[in-house]
């Protein structure tokens, strides 16, 4: 693809460990994400569902899909951003999450946004 492809999404994450929630004992590790959304194409497009592949470091994989994100599915201009915060709960305190979300251009065009994976991970401690 092109620099100039009118359908691109460019998609950026950050991470947190959520300690408050987790509970290392039960294998429950707790992370939230926050991803920040741009119409880096020449066309609006509407967000319509995800995709997401989560894997732990157990290799468990969970597949969620569903419409939108956080309940919304946001229509964006070119040059629009859109940011959102979400969590994974995961059994080990390291995994990876990865997937696309399926877009609607204005023109009628489908297209996906690849979500790069990315690691959710604890942070090390240092003693």
Same mark, same amino acid.
């Given at each position: 693809?092109?620099?100039?492809?009118?359908?691109?999404?460019?998609?950026?994450?950050?991470?947190?460990?959520?300690?408050?929630?987790?509970?290392?004992?039960?294998?429950?590790?707790?992370?939230?994400?926050?991803?920040?959304?741009?119409?880096?194409?020449?066309?609006?497009?509407?967000?319509?569902?995800?995709? =997401?592949?989560?894997?732990?470091?157990?290799?468990?994989?969970?597949?969620?899909?569903?419409?939108? &994100?956080?309940?919304?599915?946001? =229509?964006?201009?070119?040059?629009?951003?859109?940011?959102?915060?979400?969590?994974?709960?995961?059994?080990?305190? &390291?995994?990876?999450?990865?997937?696309?979300?399926?877009?609607?251009?204005?023109?009628?065009?489908?297209?996906?946004?690849?979500?790069?994976?990315?690691?959710?991970?604890?942070?090390?401690?240092?003693?």
């Amino acid at each position: 693809m092109s620099a100039n492809n009118p359908y691109t999404i460019d998609v950026q994450v950050t991470t947190r460990f959520v300690p408050d929630q987790s509970r290392p004992d039960d294998n429950r590790y707790v992370f939230a994400y926050t991803i920040t959304l741009r119409n880096a194409g020449s066309v609006p497009a509407q967000l319509l569902a995800r995709h =997401w592949v989560i894997t732990d470091a157990n290799g468990k994989v969970e597949e969620v899909r569903g419409d939108g &994100v956080v309940g919304e599915q946001p =229509w964006m201009r070119p040059g629009d951003d859109y940011e959102y915060t979400s969590g994974a709960v995961l059994e080990t305190p &390291v995994g990876t999450m990865g997937g696309c979300y399926q877009m609607l251009a204005d023109d009628g065009t489908r297209f996906e946004a690849p979500i790069p994976s990315f690691t959710l991970s604890i942070p090390r401690t240092l003693h």
